[in-house]
């Protein structure tokens, strides 16, 4: 591809706003490892870029908008904020690399929860049982929309998790109206 192609497309890219492609594909096996879950013992972001908290994406406000979703759609989570007390945790992490006027980007959303080696069953360790990702590019413009792809990752997170403990449903019957009435416009 020449290099006036590139940057033609950047620019589209940028003047666009946000593309986010989702390279996730999870198994049933990922979606069963959650039944039985009583909750998430702590939502954890890793600190965002300082690229992306100049602005206006802080690390505090996405962990706070992330628990509050997770507790609309039903699912528990705990208040501690202590790393050490959770015994699983849903983790975020955000990666940037920015050139110019867009950062390219990639979302990562895990859920890790303490698990025994075979090998050594006295040793305990966290593994990862669920996760979900993407990769794209946003305007500088345009940052605060990546709390919206991070959103998308953890909906899905939602929607796995209330697929196998349908003693929830009543929250995802929550979690849909709540979504839906946010995506529509004011009459």
């Given at each position: 591809?020449?290099?006036?192609?590139?940057?033609?497309?950047?620019?589209?890219?940028?003047?666009?706003?946000?593309?986010i492609t989702s390279v996730s594909a999870r198994t049933e096996k990922e979606r069963e490892s959650l039944r039985g879950?009583?909750?998430?013992?702590?939502?954890?972001?890793?600190?965002?870029?300082?690229?992306?908290?100049?602005?206006?994406?802080?690390?505090?406000q996405l962990q706070s908008d992330l628990e509050l979703r997770l507790r609309k759609a039903g699912i528990p989570v705990s208040s501690g904020k202590d790393f050490e007390s959770a015994v699983n945790h849903l983790y975020v992490r955000i990666t940037t690399h920015q050139d110019r006027e867009i950062n390219a980007v990639a979302i990562e959303i895990t859920f890790k929860e303490p698990a025994k080696l075979m090998r050594n069953p006295s040793a305990l360790a966290f593994a990862t049982t669920w996760e979900s990702n993407s990769v794209g590019v946003v305007g500088l413009s345009n940052v605060k929309s990546?709390?919206?792809?991070?959103f998308q990752h953890v909906d899905e997170f939602i929607k796995d998790y209330l697929s196998v403990n349908p003693q929830k449903r009543s929250g995802l019957t929550k979690w849909r109206t709540m979504t839906t009435v946010a995506s529509t416009p004011p009459i």
């Amino acid at each position: 591809m020449s290099r006036s192609n590139l940057v033609a497309i950047v620019v589209f890219l940028c003047i666009w706003g946000t593309s986010i492609t989702s390279v996730s594909a999870r198994t049933e096996k990922e979606r069963e490892s959650l039944r039985g879950l009583q909750g998430v013992g702590l939502v954890l972001v890793e600190e965002l870029p300082s690229n992306l908290e100049k602005y206006g994406l802080t690390t505090g406000q996405l962990q706070s908008d992330l628990e509050l979703r997770l507790r609309k759609a039903g699912i528990p989570v705990s208040s501690g904020k202590d790393f050490e007390s959770a015994v699983n945790h849903l983790y975020v992490r955000i990666t940037t690399h920015q050139d110019r006027e867009i950062n390219a980007v990639a979302i990562e959303i895990t859920f890790k929860e303490p698990a025994k080696l075979m090998r050594n069953p006295s040793a305990l360790a966290f593994a990862t049982t669920w996760e979900s990702n993407s990769v794209g590019v946003v305007g500088l413009s345009n940052v605060k929309s990546l709390r919206e792809g991070v959103f998308q990752h953890v909906d899905e997170f939602i929607k796995d998790y209330l697929s196998v403990n349908p003693q929830k449903r009543s929250g995802l019957t929550k979690w849909r109206t709540m979504t839906t009435v946010a995506s529509t416009p004011p009459i």
